[in-house]
Structures are given as C-alpha cells and as structure tokens.
C-alpha cells in the first residue's frame, strides 16, 4: 500500500527566508504520480504541481521549486523569499497508476507553514 | 470554468438525521471523488467514480454512508443516519481523465457538523 510521510506538521518563518517543505513517499508500483497542493485559510485545496515517475527533472515556477528524487522516494518543495501569502497548509500527495486507480489520491499529514511579517 | 460546485457549503445537522452532500463536477471531466478531512485522520478518500460508475469505494466508513452519480454532472454524498463522529470537511473533486497523469480539482468542500 502506498504511504505519504510529511514529517514536519508545523514550520515558522519570517518573511523572504526560504523554506523546504519535505515530502517522503512509499510505492510498490513503479508507474505513479507525486502532486502537491496548497490549503489556504480559507479551506479550499489548491493545486500547485503535478510529477510522474519517470521525470525526475526539478521545476522551478517563480518562487516555488520541487526536487524530485527517487533514489530517496522524496518530492520536496521550497519556497525561496517566502511571503505572508504563503501562509497555508500544504499537502503532498501520491496517486499510483495501476488497476484503473485514477486519480485516487493518498495525502500526507500535511506541513502549516506560518510567514511572519 | 465554473470549478467545482459543492452545496451545501456548511450544514448543522442533529445526530439521527439524514445529511445530504452535492457535488457538480468540471464539465467535461470523467472522474469524479469524495474525501474527508477530519483533524485525527487528515484528508482520506471515500469513493471514486469513473464515467458515473463507482469504481473504488473501499474508503467509505460505513453503510451508513452511500455515494450516487446520476449522471456527468451531479453526485452526491448521503449519511443515513448521521453521528457526530461524520463531523469534518468533505470535499468532492473531479479530473479530465481516470489516470494519474492529470490533475484533481477540488471544489470549496463542505463543512458538515453533527450535533
């Protein structure tokens, strides 16, 4: 069965430092798709990025950066100057590829991150 | 493009009632979810629907709960009947296409409390 682990549940910033959001992930299949998305206060789920497993290219978009490494079974994200806006909780998520599974979505526990002024 | 649309956006409801959630996907998107999002169990999936049939509904608590999608449009989510323990945010979500290579949408949840 495949698990998320996102071992920091809480992390403080103040604003324009950078932060890494970790994200460790496990699968039996080999085909699969990582994906991360934002919870701001107001409630609704946002998505940010999606990956498959056989693209270990980072990304960059603006301010937000994913590392995707398999060797680790890790998909990371950083966000470089962060700013109160930022302020959310943000989820990693697997989905795997086999047997019809859609887009059936395991989350991780989920990291609140709070950037102070 | 509209998002997903969930009604009611809050419900109170006394424990014994029954509760009904709605949910009209994105149009055009053939795959269709329920998840939960409770404190102690973080967001969980309850059932999955692909082309209006439920595929994957090994999520769901209970027979107290059931799961229907008429057609592409509208699905919903029944608790018959309710315990305070259904308390939490239920969201329903939608994607383009049964595999994981496209995103899922999530509409603005519903936030159920059972008293």
């Known amino acids: 069965a495949q698990k998320v682990t996102q071992a920091q549940t809480e992390i403080s910033v103040v604003e324009k430092e950078d932060v890494t959001l970790d994200c460790v992930y496990e699968?039996?299949?080999?085909?699969?798709?990582l994906f991360w998305y934002k919870q701001p206060p107001s409630g609704e789920l946002v998505f940010l990025i999606r990956?498959?497993?056989?693209?270990?290219q980072n990304e960059i978009s603006g301010r937000y950066s994913w590392n995707f490494q398999k060797s680790t079974s890790s998909f990371n994200f950083t966000i470089t100057a962060s700013q109160v806006v930022d302020s959310a909780v943000y989820f990693c998520a697997l989905s795997e590829a086999i047997n019809n599974a859609g887009n059936m979505l395991t989350f991780g526990g989920g990291t609140r991150l709070m950037v102070k002024p | 493009d509209a998002g997903v649309i969930q009604s009611p956006r809050h419900e109170v409801t006394e424990m014994g009632q029954e509760v009904t959630l709605r949910c009209k996907p994105i149009s055009g998107h053939n795959s269709l979810f329920w998840y939960r999002q409770t404190m102690m169990r973080g967001l969980e999936l309850l059932i999955y629907f692909n082309n209006n049939v439920p595929i994957d509904d090994s999520g769901m608590p209970e027979d107290r709960f059931s799961a229907k999608m008429p057609n592409a449009s509208f699905s919903t989510l029944k608790i018959q009947p309710s315990e305070p323990r259904d308390s939490a945010v239920y969201f329903c979500?939608?994607?383009?296409?049964?595999?994981?290579?496209?995103?899922?949408?999530f509409g603005q949840g519903t936030r159920l409390t059972v008293v």
């Open positions: 990956r498959n497993s056989f693209d270990e």
């Open positions: 699968t039996r299949d080999t085909t699969y798709y």
């Open positions: 979500a939608s994607s383009l296409a049964g595999t994981g290579d496209t995103e899922a949408f």
